[in-house]
């Protein structure tokens, strides 16, 4: 069984004890989310299909901890004219624990 659901505005196919990497959400290690955006059910050829949630159906996940990723450096540089700029970012990311799908 898998659901698609959405949070903070990226799509995720979640399965049940699985680990996903979504963007920073509020909250602390521990705590309890129920997902509400659930756009996609299946479980074993039956597909329901939201329009555009599914109407019901909630995914409950546990945070584990927040982190960061790799660092991603951003240069710009225009010819001859002594113009350089190098800036580095990184994201900010919520470890979720997939819990159930409901």
Known sequence: MYAI???AGTQFKV???????????DGKAGDELTLDKVLLVA????????HPVVEGASVKATILG???????IVFKKKRR???R???GHRQDYTEL???EIV
């Open 97 to 99: 624990q997939i819990n």
């Open 85 to 87: 700029v190098k800036n």
């Open 15 to 25: 399965e049940k004890d699985r680990k996903i990497l979504a963007p920073k959400l």
């Open 5 to 7: 659901v959405e949070i």
């Open 81 to 83: 004219k002594a113009y």
């Open 43 to 50: 479980d074993e050829g039956n597909v329901k299909i939201g």
């Open 66 to 72: 927040a982190t960061r990723g790799e660092k991603v």
